[in-house]
């Protein structure tokens, strides 16, 4: 199976112009920004690659059922299609694999994480008017159908897993579309954090959270393979260009590129990262110019 190859320079560059106009969008449109972050990790997906990966969200659209109803009904229509007919699911084996977080290549392969196949669902429901959204359950994202009424911050004494769903439907993808009780999404939750299902996690999922979520399982993938630091460098590139994201990402980009042989862009990030943290903690900030020091250092 091929590997994604890295992009040329400045095709990297225009792939992240992109990717930064289309996360400061008004209405970011999530397909756009998974097929860029493909484009950022796979050198082979061309304007005409993503235009298909596009096509294909629509061609499979139009394979359901129109307005297929209440959103019990929705589910079951894309569990039929896409986990049935198309065989869309994953393995514990997708883990291990990078193509796994990339949007193109979970289309062609009808494999990948969790995330990335809620990302099918929720593409290919929208585009045929289902009231489909993302649920960031902690360890394990899935989709939601229907409209979710507000809910409180904690769960009420006494309240069942149906009380909490409020007529939510909720489907697991990885597993091909299973639909979850309450009780499956409380095992879920209970599997990845040891803490009880609270109804804030059944909240919609914002788009530009599902893409940082997407480059954090990226560079959880890389962070395990010391030889993919280049793997590293883009997802952390593409997290910065995110509106929002936390101020640590700066000093892990510093980081990447003196690993990497890039002592000066390296020492300049150390800098920059030290000036945001003297305002909280000036040793930890005088520790992060000594580092920028050694970097320069290494230029000699």
Do not use: K
Request: glycine share 10%.
């Amino acid at each position: 199976m091929r590997a994604p190859q890295p992009p040329e320079h400045g095709r990297a560059a225009e792939v992240r112009r992109r990717f930064a106009e289309e996360a400061r969008a008004e209405r970011p449109d999530l397909a756009t920004l998974c097929l860029l972050v493909g484009a950022a990790g796979d050198g082979a997906l061309a304007e005409d690659g993503i235009d298909e990966a596009q096509i294909e969200l629509d061609r499979l659209a139009g394979q359901l059922p129109f307005r297929a109803g209440d959103p019990r009904s929705w589910a079951l229509a894309l569990a039929d299609l896409l986990g049935g007919r198309c065989g869309f699911r994953g393995s514990p084996g997708d883990y291990q694999r990078l193509q796994s977080s990339l949007l193109h290549e979970v289309l062609r392969r009808r494999r990948g994480l969790p995330i990335l196949l809620s990302v099918v669902w929720m593409e290919v429901a929208r585009r045929a008017g289902a009231p489909v959204y993302g649920v960031a359950l902690p360890g394990h994202f899935v989709v939601g159908f229907g409209r979710p009424t507000r809910r409180p911050t904690s769960t009420p004494q006494g309240a069942s897993h149906s009380d909490l769903f409020q007529g939510q439907v909720l489907a697991d993808p990885f597993s091909g579309g299973r639909l979850l009780t309450g009780g499956d999404a409380e095992l879920l939750v209970a599997g990845a954090t040891g803490a009880p299902l609270d109804p804030s996690m059944l909240t919609p999922a914002a788009t530009l959270d599902v893409v940082q979520r997407i480059l954090n399982n990226i560079r959880a993938w890389a962070a395990a393979r010391p030889e993919r630091s280049d793997v590293s460098l883009w997802a952390v590139e593409l997290s910065l260009l995110l509106p929002s994201h936390p101020a640590r990402l700066r000093y892990e980009h510093a980081q990447l590129l003196v690993q990497r042989g890039d002592f000066l862009r390296g020492a300049t990030e150390l800098d920059a990262y030290a000036e945001v943290v003297a305002a909280v903690d000036q040793p930890a900030a005088e520790r992060v110019r000594r580092q920028a020091r050694a970097a320069r250092a290494m230029l000699n």
